[in-house]
């Protein structure tokens, strides 16, 4: 999802972009990503590689590790072997969720499960292979082609199909095309760092934002009912809130993002026309 809305990005601008599914390029294979690398000769290189599926990664801990740890070392590797910029993606799951307000560059990374533990490993992976890394962090990533809550939950509504979305857990909505915009902008201001990347705003519930999604687009807010994180009996513990704000983004002269709910908007309003 979020490769397919940065490629789509990026050729807007003219960049030539080259662009490799998960079959094409194996991250976790050091000599497949230096061979690669050596022929193509990036000037860019942004990773949206990752094993996302957090209950997985607890009984399948060695793919999360491959892909979200040891694919983005093998990455850093080879593009400081070819001086190309990198621009990695992590997650507001390197957290507890034990902070009240927003988490920024200055608080403690302490991720609750294996996901969390293997994005952080990536972040490490990426600092010490490569000082001109840019880590990007993000978290609830919602756009045309997803399959996660955020993304499908306009469709199901719209089947008048009752959810059930949790009223206790919070973050900070992220319209993919605006996280691929944001990256784009820091490939070129080439400043090596953690970013916090979301929609502003003070971010929501997944109900909230089921909610949000009848009233934008005129549905049946009867068919959200709220449940508890707790109902739901997942096998990896989560962030009860994992809002994330980033210290340095408009101070190096970047635009504040636009908040969550304009976004959303823009969101649905292209999933009408495209359908």
Same mark, same amino acid.
């Given at each position: 999802?979020?490769?397919?809305?940065?490629?789509?990005?990026?050729?807007?601008?003219?960049?030539?972009?080259?662009?490799?599914?998960?079959?094409?390029?194996?991250?976790?294979?050091?000599?497949?990503?230096?061979?690669?690398?050596?022929?193509?000769?990036?000037?860019?290189?942004?990773?949206?590689?990752?094993?996302?599926?957090?209950?997985?990664?607890?009984?399948?801990?060695?793919?999360?590790?491959?892909? !979200?740890?040891?694919?983005?070392?093998?990455?850093?590797?080879?593009?400081?072997?070819?001086?190309?910029?990198?621009?990695?993606?992590?997650?507001?799951?390197?957290?507890?969720?034990?902070?009240?307000?927003?988490?920024?560059?200055?608080?403690?990374?302490?991720?609750?499960?294996?996901?969390?533990?293997?994005?952080?490993?990536?972040?490490?992976?990426?600092?010490?292979?490569?000082?001109?890394?840019?880590?990007?962090?993000?978290?609830?990533?919602?756009?045309?082609?997803?399959?996660?809550?955020?993304?499908?939950?306009?469709?199901?509504?719209?089947?008048?199909?009752?959810?059930?979305?949790?009223?206790?857990?919070?973050?900070?909505?992220?319209?993919? !095309?605006?996280?691929?915009?944001?990256?784009?902008?820091?490939?070129?201001?080439?400043?090596?760092?953690?970013?916090?990347?979301?929609?502003?705003?003070?971010?929501?519930?997944?109900?909230?934002?089921?909610?949000?999604?009848?009233?934008?687009?005129?549905?049946?807010?009867?068919?959200?009912?709220?449940?508890?994180?707790?109902?739901?009996?997942?096998?990896?513990?989560?962030?009860?809130?994992?809002?994330?704000?980033?210290?340095?983004?408009?101070?190096?002269?970047?635009?504040?993002?636009?908040?969550?709910?304009?976004?959303?908007?823009?969101?649905?309003?292209?999933?009408?026309?495209?359908?």
């Amino acid at each position: 999802m979020v490769a397919r809305a940065t490629i789509a990005h990026c050729r807007s601008l003219g960049d030539e972009v080259v662009s490799f599914t998960r079959e094409a390029l194996d991250i976790g294979d050091p000599s497949a990503v230096t061979g690669s690398f050596e022929d193509i000769r990036p000037d860019a290189v942004i990773n949206c590689a990752a094993y996302t599926n957090v209950d997985g990664a607890e009984s399948e801990p060695s793919a999360s590790e491959r892909a !979200n740890s040891l694919g983005v070392k093998n990455l850093a590797a080879a593009c400081r072997q070819v001086d190309s910029r990198f621009v990695t993606i992590s997650t507001d799951y390197v957290f507890d969720g034990k902070n009240d307000g927003f988490y920024t560059q200055r608080d403690t990374p302490n991720p609750l499960g294996v996901y969390g533990r293997t994005k952080l490993d990536g972040e490490i992976h990426a600092r010490n292979e490569y000082a001109r890394s840019i880590i990007v962090r993000s978290g609830w990533i919602y756009g045309t082609g997803g399959t996660n809550f955020l993304s499908v939950v306009r469709k199901l509504l719209g089947e008048q199909k009752p959810i059930s979305a949790i009223s206790d857990s919070y973050g900070t909505p992220t319209f993919a !095309n605006d996280l691929a915009a944001r990256m784009r902008e820091l490939v070129e201001l080439d400043l090596p760092g953690i970013f916090h990347v979301t929609n502003a705003g003070d971010g929501t519930s997944y109900a909230g934002f089921a909610e949000k999604v009848c009233e934008l687009s005129g549905m049946n807010g009867e068919l959200v009912r709220s449940v508890s994180k707790n109902d739901l009996q997942r096998p990896a513990a989560r962030p009860v809130s994992s809002k994330l704000a980033c210290l340095f983004s408009e101070r190096i002269g970047l635009s504040p993002m636009r908040k969550w709910d304009e976004a959303l908007g823009a969101f649905l309003d292209s999933e009408r026309l495209a359908n």
